[in-house]
């Protein structure tokens, strides 16, 4: 077995060490086969960020960059988070389906830099779920050893943009999208329609550009190269793993295809 096998391995079993129940066996066996799959793949590749320590053990943040065709250091990079409470992994879930479609269609998002980080709550999911999830929490002042791994990657690449794909709070069936970063102001076009959406409901939610940002990578504003925007896909908590494995797939790749396809044609202006 290879060196790099063995550590995915390695990986996998530190996130759900021996006498510790997952909260979800579904995970555990993506996780796994996607780690197989990103071994194989030639444009995405399983780097996980740790480690860090936890009752004289050490876990890791699962990680998957994708590098794909036509792609170079210098082209755009975004970074995709979701598992902010390890009591709910829909979408945690949901971004592990997507990147696995990526890597069987890696000309998706060709040109561009992406990285994924499906499980943020590592703590929480080796606690069995305990806690009160990691979504609110300040990456200027990280509360968890996760965050502060996350925040010293965000200052450290560059990100030109955040997504978080994540369960909203309100029990109804609409889909919200939430927009900060005082980058909006200046792309000059919209980074995602009502048409990215369809065929959900959609509610929009654009906090102004001079708000303080107290919670998630924009609250390390003032620690970053230059500005970036935020995205948040929160999908209603009455849906299924299934709704939300649909939707997140739908719209992130509307939305990667939407942003490809200006910063392309921007080249040529």
């Keep these: 077995m290879s060196h790099i096998s063995s550590r995915f391995e390695t990986v996998t079993r530190a996130l759900a060490p021996s006498g510790l129940q997952s909260p979800s066996l579904d995970f555990n066996e993506r996780l796994t086969s996607l780690y197989a799959l990103a071994h194989r793949s030639q444009y995405v590749f399983a780097s996980p960020l740790g480690p860090f320590y936890r009752q004289a053990r050490h876990y890791h943040v699962p990680r998957f960059v994708y590098f794909g065709p036509h792609t170079s250091d ?18 945690t879930l949901a971004l592990l389906h997507f990147v696995e479609r990526l890597a069987l269609q890696p000309e998706l998002a060709q040109g561009l830099n992406l990285s994924f980080f499906p499980l943020t709550d590592v703590t929480g999911l080796l606690s069995n779920g305990a806690g009160e999830g990691l979504a609110g929490a300040s990456w200027d002042y990280p509360p968890a050893p996760e965050i502060d791994l996350l925040a010293k990657d965000a200052r450290s690449r560059g990100y030109y943009g955040f997504i978080r794909v994540e369960t909203a709070n309100a029990d109804d069936d609409v889909v919200t999208i939430r927009l900060r970063g005082q980058a909006l102001e ?53 849906w299924s793993a299934e709704m939300h494995r649909e939707a997140t797939t739908s719209i992130l790749k509307r939305f990667i295809l939407r942003y490809r396809g200006f910063h392309a044609y921007g080249q040529h202006l």
């Design 74 to 91: 210098e082209s755009l990079r975004l970074a995709f988070y979701g598992g902010f409470d390890a009591r709910d992994l829909r979408g």
């Design 186 to 238: 200046s792309v000059g076009v919209e980074i995602i329609t009502s048409e990215d959406v369809e065929p959900w409901a959609v509610r929009w939610i654009t906090e102004p550009a001079e708000a303080r940002v107290t919670d998630g990578p924009l609250s390390l504003a003032d620690d970053l190269p230059f500005q970036p925007f935020e995205l948040t896909l929160q999908l209603p908590s009455t």
